[in-house]
């Protein structure tokens, strides 16, 4: 499901790790290890070559943390900072110019969430991070980019989130007017 085009780069990471799991479908693409290395490989992003369950455990609790903080909810702030704090690496300039990440017994894992952590700071800095939203359904929480002038899009896609809601609202209403 793409029904908006993807967020623009430095974001784009962010959105792609928020939507490998699909409320709607019940899909997750990483709970396994093979999902966890094909969407890192995907990204362009480090990763243990066998990554462990505890790796899989961190990886979803983080972008759940993603997925709260871009539906403006406060939870996921302390999860987000503590990978901040955990992952223990420091930007290093290289020429080209290039960035890259370096620390003291740091994993590949850890360098994958610091590149993630870094589009958000980044995006955070230059007020694009608020364009990247959840859809306001419960049950979808799809990740989508608002390019509307005003960053009033509540909805993935208009024609179905949108749709259920207003089918609901009217169900409610006729509910509560007929009931
Ligand atoms: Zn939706």
């Known amino acids: 499901m793409t029904p908006r085009p993807a967020a623009p780069p430095p974001l784009a ?27 890192a490989a995907a990204e362009g992003l480090p990763c243990p070559a066998r990554p462990t369950q505890a790796d899989l455990t961190r990886v979803r609790r983080f972008r759940e943390a993603l997925r ?35 620390g003291d017994d740091t994993t590949a894992l850890d360098a994958a969430i610091t590149r993630v952590l870094t589009a958000v700071l980044t995006a955070g800095l230059d007020g694009s991070l608020r ?9 979808c929480r799809w990740a989508f980019y608002d390019r509307s002038p005003n960053v009033v899009s509540r909805w993935c896609e208009t024609s179905v989130c949108g749709a259920r809601h207003k089918m609901r609202a009217y169900r409610a209403r006729r509910a509560a007017t007929t009931g």
């Open 13 to 39: 990471v962010v959105q792609s790790l928020v939507n490998t799991s699909e409320l709607l479908e019940d899909r997750d693409d990483l709970t396994t290890p093979a999902g966890l290395v094909a969407w």
């Open 68 to 102: 709260q903080l871009l539906g403006g909810a406060a939870g996921g702030v302390s999860t987000l900072n503590g990978e901040l704090a955990r992952t223990g690496t420091r930007p290093l300039l290289q020429a080209g110019p290039l960035v890259e990440f370096t």
């Open 131 to 139: 364009r990247l939203k959840t859809c306001a359904a419960e049950d």
